[in-house]
């Protein structure tokens, strides 16, 4: 027979929230300006997705 049980992970609070994506740019719009952006969109998505991969390795085990 088999049993599943079912326990509870501690996820750090570190882990459950991510940094904000930057301001959209204001006019006069610049290339500087919007290669900031970009560089602040790529940074808070790099945050957001090792948190969560940081969280599915914490929450998620391999089936022995």
């Not at 750090?12 to 610049?30: F, G, I, K, N």
């Not at 970009?38 to 957001?48: K, T, Y």
Request: hydrophobic content about 40%.
């Amino acid at each position: 027979m088999t049993r599943t049980e079912f326990v509870k992970q501690d996820i750090p609070a570190s882990l459950l929230a991510c940094d904000d994506r930057p301001a959209v740019p204001v006019a006069p719009v610049t290339d500087q300006k919007v290669g900031r952006y970009i560089v602040g969109l790529l940074s808070a998505h790099d945050d957001c997705k090792g948190k969560l991969d940081a969280v599915r390795g914490l929450a998620v085990r391999d089936e022995p």
